[in-house]
């Protein structure tokens, strides 16, 4: 079984004490934690000099019945989504997808959570990168996480969830999307929406000599600065404007970027 102390342990084996990091997890592979998620987040606040992590809520959007172009969606489909969307607050559940690490992050006391209906990022002591995002620049608190010397920790996942590969394909000139959700009493435009993550892992190759890794119990966490992981998608987005994305046929998102590259 694992405890505050084993985690403690293996977040300062990455040696990231004095960096800010953004964090992604899956708890389940530790099997049973004593004092579970609650340990992981006192050991995770404890080795870095600041946590964030999204908190994505999904069920504010809406679908439109019509829109721009080849925007990787189709318009008018989400009827019965639609009518059970609800308007985004500060306290909305973070969506089950991105896991119980970053709402039980969110709900704690000096947590701080930006107001993107979409697209909100949760942290603590991390204010002066969750300050930058904006509603045209979701994405920003990456930007700026980057800049501070920044690196993305993934406990046991692989890039498949690491939303920062979707900066640098921004970095990269690489298409992005428009979604709408409902804030307050209207429905807002979203601009600068991430495609399909699910093709990412293949950048895992070109990393490997820049990736710290500890195993834990039966789990693992990995690290890699976000300085390293934008050099190494710009340049093989670069060379192969179809890079990282996924090969399932009916993906929208992904099959908008073919439409949208010189290669497609
Ligand atoms: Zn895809």
């Known amino acids: ?5 084993d985690l403690k342990y293996a977040f300062e084996d990455l040696n990231l004490t004095e960096k800010p990091v953004i964090v992604h997890a899956s708890l389940r592979p530790f099997g049973y934690i004593k004092s579970g998620v609650d340990a992981i987040l006192r050991a995770m606040l404890s080795s870095f000099k600041s946590v964030m992590m999204p908190a994505f809520t999904y069920k504010t959007m809406v679908t439109p019945e019509v829109g ?11 009827k019965d989504l639609n009518k059970m969307a609800q308007a985004f607050t500060l306290n909305m559940r973070v969506d089950p997808m991105i896991g119980m690490l ?19 990022f949760t942290g603590i002591r991390a204010d002066e990168f969750l300050s930058t995002q904006t509603l045209a620049n ?4 990456i930007g700026t996480l980057a800049n501070a010397d920044g690196w993305v920790v993934l406990i046991n996942v692989d890039h498949s969830v690491n939303t920062s590969i979707h900066y640098a394909e921004k970095l990269a000139g690489r298409k992005q999307f428009i979604r709408w959700a409902i804030h307050g009493d209207r429905i807002v435009e979203c601009p600068g929406f991430p495609g399909d993550s699910s093709g990412f892992n293949t950048i895992a ?40 994305l996924c090969q399932r ?4 998102r992904c099959n908008a970027v073919r439409e949208d590259s010189p290669m497609g």
């Open 1 to 5: 079984m694992l405890d505050y102390v």
């Open 68 to 78: 721009p172009p080849n925007n990787g969606i189709t318009y008018g489909s989400e």
């Open 102 to 120: 970053a709402e039980t992050l969110q709900i704690r006391p000096y947590a701080t959570r930006t107001n993107h209906p979409i697209l909100s």
């Open 138 to 141: 979701p994405l920003a608190p």
């Open 205 to 244: 190759q070109y990393l490997k000599h820049d990736t710290r890794r500890v195993d834990v119990g039966p789990g693992f966490i990995q690290a890699v600065s976000l300085k390293c992981l934008f050099e190494a998608v710009q340049e093989i987005i670069k060379k192969d404007p179809l890079a990282l």
């Open 249 to 252: 046929s009916d993906c929208e």
